[in-house]
């Protein structure tokens, strides 16, 4: 394959294209405003898409419908659309962007490309690894000469609903870590909030419609290791922060990261909404406590301490 597309110019581009230059992939970048950028690739009209096979979607979250709603003039049921959004469509509760793409272009021919590939690293020459869920074996395949190189492997899994869930609700435990690790409460707290996170997490993405044993793979167990790793996600600093004000309240009333909690809020109460009684997926109504206000960082690991535990 010669060239692919590129729609949108989010945060994963310059990974991205790290990435498509070790399998000497030319790539052509279209995105719906007049964005300023420096990638190194060719902007082109939205009609030269139409000729790339496979497009990555990379647009932020915020502009998702907007740009899949100008692709979808483009895109046939041939073409290959991929994304890597660990986020629910704001506005729209439990939307995620397969959901979306299908709703606004004509292809199914859908991948969600995620799991421990911190696109920061990758940009900087950094190995890594990813898994690339999708209903469609071809797909993969494609995926796989696009992307596969000495630095960069790639996994495979048939459940794309489960892996964008898990990815996107893992992300409410890795705030929960940050506030563990702020405390210094020690590797045993920690790794007891992994795994009961991990948990609670594939019991919601089964009730969701998702396969059981997609949270414990790369979409959800890898993307949370890397969260709680290094510097962390947005989330795991929201919550290294919270831990610093003895509340998330301050940090809401700043208003500085109100994206990332709106966002942290939509994946937690889609979890919620398939909870069962009052003690059932304890990490997410902590975190639902913090954002409401209604706990304080003290109260939230009181209850955390005293959930009933889980058979093992």
Not at 242 to 260: K, N, Q
Not at 276 to 296: C, P, Q, T, W, Y
């Amino acid at each position: 394959m010669n060239r692919i597309g590129i729609a949108g110019l989010g945060p994963q581009v310059p990974g991205l294209l790290s990435l498509l230059q070790e399998t000497k992939t030319d790539a052509a970048l279209w995105d719906l405003d007049d964005i300023e950028s420096d990638f190194g690739s060719p902007r082109v009209g939205l009609d030269v898409l139409a000729d790339t096979p496979v497009i990555f979607f990379c647009p932020p979250i915020g502009r998702a419908r907007e740009v899949a709603r100008e692709l979808g003039e483009i895109v046939t049921g041939q073409h290959v659309l991929i994304h890597f959004t660990r986020e629910l469509e704001p506005d729209r509760p439990g939307v995620t962007l397969s959901r979306l793409l299908r709703q606004e272009t004509a292809t199914h021919r859908l991948g969600f490309l995620t799991g421990p590939m911190r696109h920061d690293d990758i940009a900087k020459g950094m190995s890594g690894a990813g898994a690339c869920s999708t209903n469609f074996p071809e797909v993969q395949e494609l995926l796989s000469d696009i992307l596969v190189s000495q630095r960069f492997r790639l996994y495979k899994s048939s459940d794309i609903l489960g892996s964008e869930l898990a990815a996107c609700l893992t992300r409410a435990i890795a705030f929960v870590g940050g506030i563990a690790h702020e405390l210094q409460l020690g590797p045993s707290i920690g790794s007891t909030l992994f795994t009961r996170g991990l948990a609670e997490t594939s019991h919601a993405v089964t009730r969701l419609g998702g396969q059981p044993r997609t949270t414990f793979g790369m979409a959800g167990s890898g993307n949370l290791f890397m969260d709680i790793h290094g510097d962390g996600s947005r989330e795991f600093r929201l919550g290294r922060e919270a831990a610093r004000h003895g509340s998330l309240t301050p940090i809401i009333e700043d208003g500085a990261s109100a994206t990332t909690i709106a966002s942290l809020e939509r994946t937690n109460d889609l979890a919620l909404s398939v909870g069962k009684g009052n003690e059932d997926l304890g990490i997410f109504r902590a975190v639902r406590g913090l954002i409401n206000g209604e706990m304080s960082i003290m109260v939230a690991i009181e209850y955390l301490m005293n959930l009933p535990v889980f058979d093992d």
